[in-house]
C-alpha cells in the first residue's frame, strides 16, 4: 500500500477514535493519537495478518503493551476486517467485548492481554523463542510506550532477546516523550533511548514515527539485522493532528467537551483533505 493511502486510513483512524473516546466519556486519546500510524503501517503494510484467520499459526504477531491505548487498536482491526466497524460504538459499554484494556479471549487479532505495564515485551520475546525453536518464519513486533520502558522486566526482557539472538522481533517505542502525569524528562529520564538498547546487543533505528515512507522502511524484513533484535524508537507527538491536544500532557486521559470534540474533529478532517 502506498504511504498516501495509509495516511488516508490513519486519518479515518484517529477521526473514529476521536469520535468513540466522546462518546465513551472516556479513553487515553493523547496516546492513541501518537501510536495511530504505527498501527496502521504495521497492520495494512508490515504485517502478515489474515482478519478471516486471526488463529492462523503462520501469521506475525503484535502485541500492543501500551495496552491503555486500546481503542486505537480496535479502531485499526475494524479497519483491517477483524471485527465489526460498527462495534467501535460499544467501547466501554457494559458487556462489551471492546474494554480499556486488549483482551485476547475477546477480540480476534489481540495476542495477549495488556495493561499492566512492562509485560508485553517479555511476551513478545517468548513468542520470538518459540518461532525460533519451531524454526517458523513469522515475526513478532511489539509497541512499548516510552514511559512504559522505566520498568525492569523490559530491560530483563531486552538483555534475553539479545541472547537468544531473536532477529526475528521487533521492538517499537511510540517516543511521545510523555506518561501520566509528567513528562519523561521529569520523572525517571530514559533518554536517549537508542544507545541504551545499542549497548545491549540490539540493531536500533530512529525515525519519525509519523512518517509512513520511513515507519514502512524501517519496519520490513530487509531491515533486519541477522543475529539481533532490532528496536526502532519511533519519535512522536501526543495527541499528533488535533492542536490543544499536540504535546500537551493533560490529554494523557481525558475527554474533549463539544466544542472540543467538534474543533478536533474539523482539524482532523481537514488534514485528509
Known amino acids: 500500500m502506498e ?48 482478519p478471516d484467520k486471526p488463529l492462523d499459526p503462520d501469521r506475525d504477531r503484535l502485541i500492543l ?4 491505548a ?11 476486517g477483524f471485527i465489526p466497524k460498527a462495534e467501535i460504538s460499544t467501547f466501554l459499554q457494559p458487556h462489551a467485548r471492546l474494554n480499556g484494556h486488549p483482551n485476547r479471549t475477546k477480540v480476534p487479532g489481540v495476542e495477549t492481554n495488556t495493561g499492566p505495564l512492562g509485560h508485553g515485551l517479555p511476551v513478545a520475546v517468548g513468542m520470538a523463542q518459540a518461532a525460533k525453536l519451531n524454526r517458523a518464519g513469522w515475526r513478532t513486533f511489539v509497541i512499548t510506550g516510552d ?17 537468544f539472538r531473536l532477529d526475528n522481533l521487533t521492538l517499537i517505542i511510540d517516543h511521545n516523550r510523555l506518561q501520566q502525569g509528567a513528562r519523561l524528562a521529569d520523572t525517571n529520564n ?30 520490513a524484513p530487509e531491515a533486519v539485522t541477522p543475529g539481533r533484535p532490532r528496536c526502532v524508537v519511533a519519535h512522536t507527538n501526543k ?22 470534540y467538534r474543533q478536533a474533529l474539523a482539524e482532523l478532517e481537514e488534514a485528509a483533505v
Open 147 to 163: 514511559g512504559e520502558m522505566q520498568e525492569g522486566s523490559n530491560w530483563e526482557a531486552i538483555m534475553a532477546a539479545a541472547q
Open 239 to 260: 495527541g499528533r493532528g488535533i492542536s490543544f491536544m499536540q504535546d500537551n500532557v493533560a490529554w494523557h486521559h481525558k475527554v474533549p467537551d463539544e466544542t472540543q
Open 65 to 68: 503493551s501500551k495496552g491503555h
Open 3 to 50: 504511504p498516501n493511502d495509509l495516511r488516508q486510513i490513519a486519518n479515518r483512524i484517529r477521526r473514529r477514535d476521536l469520535q468513540a473516546v466522546f462518546e465513551a466519556g472516556a479513553g487515553h486519546i493523547g496516546g492513541e493519537m501518537s501510536v495511530t500510524d504505527l498501527l496502521t503501517a504495521l497492520y495494512f503494510h508490515v504485517l502478515n495478518v489474515n
Open 190 to 219: 530514559l533518554m536517549p533511548l537508542a544507545p541504551k538498547l545499542a549497548a545491549f546487543g540490539w540493531a536500533v533505528e530512529e525515525i519519525d514515527g509519523h512518517d509512513m515512507v520511513q515507519i514502512c522502511k524501517a519496519l
Open 70 to 80: 486500546a481503542l486505537a487498536l480496535y479502531v485499526t482491526l475494524a479497519e483491517k
